[in-house]
């Protein structure tokens, strides 16, 4: 991919700004990091998306999950949001129907690794009873039986769902309210291999009782609203990764002398950047920078280049013709990112690469 070596190239002027390299325009960076990001400039122009303004409460969960010590499943998670807003129908007291619309958009390189569609439930609650005795005689009932069914164009039932005999996409008894996921991985594969980029599905709640007790949250402020998550891999970025840690685990490494070239801290926050916006966590993370002398000899912890140590001579014979070699960064390393797109799709990226300085070198 071609986006991979100009992140690495733009954080690693960012990174490595010191006396060595001019101040880069703030607005130049910010407009690269955004095309990189797929976003559309959040400057001064209002922008044309209306999306959540708070991270959805299931993807701030998995960032959270991720960014810590468990392993992620997959390096990239991606919500869409339903993007239908008619009310739901109600056909009988027994069932309730509500209409969801995906506009589902993953790069057709990325393997999908599964999918999930996620709905938040909600007791009705019967306000003649008390809320404690409602929950508990409705937990004890086999509870309402939630089906999500795709939809084709002019009909209630796809091409699809004729195929698996008229069978829901997926289908549960519920008796509690939060959050249920309902597996759509093999929806979604089917979605990818036609080419359906605007699926629309059909969510069914029947009661086994003469009254609905269940519904689903569709409130748009978008911590509840309904969202279909596709987890996928990049594979160019996984061999990439791989490379490096063949690289990594090759070298040699001693502390550089104290004046010499070394990784130090540098905490980016995001909102005094202005890069807030879009960016919905973290708040901002330790980024480190590279500073230190790069002075002859050139020893092999600074990882000279064969070109930095010919500088440095050169350097020291004529001082005029040739500066010293300079302090940058050789090897970054990724963090995970939760961010808005352009189409207001929330997107958590577990490895965005090319954000932290992991070692400094001499070049």
């Not at 039986?145 to 769902?161: C, L, M, Q």
Request: charged content about 25%; overall charge positive.
């Amino acid at each position: 991919m071609a986006v991979l070596p100009r992140v690495l190239s733009l954080l690693g002027l960012l990174l490595a700004w010191g006396p060595c390299s001019p101040a880069p325009a703030l607005e130049e960076v910010l407009g690269q990091f955004l095309h990189m990001l797929n976003l559309t400039d959040p400057g001064p122009r209002p922008r044309a998306r209306s999306g959540p303004t708070e991270a959805p409460e299931y993807m701030l969960e998995l960032y959270q999950r991720f960014s810590s010590s468990a392993a992620p499943p997959a390096s990239l998670v991606r919500s869409f949001r339903n993007e239908d807003r008619s009310s739901p129908s109600v056909s009988s007291v027994s069932l309730r129907t509500h209409l969801l619309l995906f506009n589902v958009s993953v790069p057709p390189h990325e393997r999908l690794i599964s999918a999930e569609l996620r709905l938040h439930t909600l007791l009705l609650r019967d306000s003649r009873r008390g809320p404690g005795s409602k929950v508990r005689a409705f937990e004890r009932r086999p509870g309402s039986k939630v089906s999500a069914f795709e939809r084709g164009p002019g009909s209630k039932v796809s091409v699809f769902d004729l195929r698996r005999g008229g069978d829901p996409l997926a289908s549960r008894h519920v008796h509690r309210q939060g959050w249920e996921a309902f597996d759509m991985t093999s929806a979604v594969q089917h979605w990818r291999k036609h080419n359906i980029m605007t699926p629309r599905l059909e969510v069914h709640i029947e009661s086994a009782f003469r009254k609905l007790d269940l519904d689903i949250d569709r409130s748009p402020d978008g911590k509840h609203e309904p969202a279909l998550i596709v987890f996928s891999d990049d594979p160019s970025e996984a061999r990439r990764a791989e490379a490096e840690e063949e690289e990594q685990n090759s070298r040699v490494r001693r502390s550089p002398d104290e004046d010499g070239c070394k990784r130090a801290e540098m905490y980016v926050d995001f909102k005094d950047i202005k890069w807030d916006s879009f960016i919905l966590a973290p708040a901002g993370y330790q980024a480190f920078t590279c500073r230190g002398v790069c002075d002859y000899p050139l020893t092999r912890e600074v990882t000279p280049t064969q070109h930095a140590i010919v500088q440095t001579l050169l350097n020291l014979k004529s001082s005029d013709r040739a500066s010293k070699a300079c302090c940058v960064p050789t090897e970054l390393k990724p963090i995970s990112l939760l961010y808005l797109n352009e189409n207001g799709v929330v997107v958590l990226n577990n490895k965005y690469e090319g954000m932290v300085v992991k070692e400094c070198g001499c070049r």
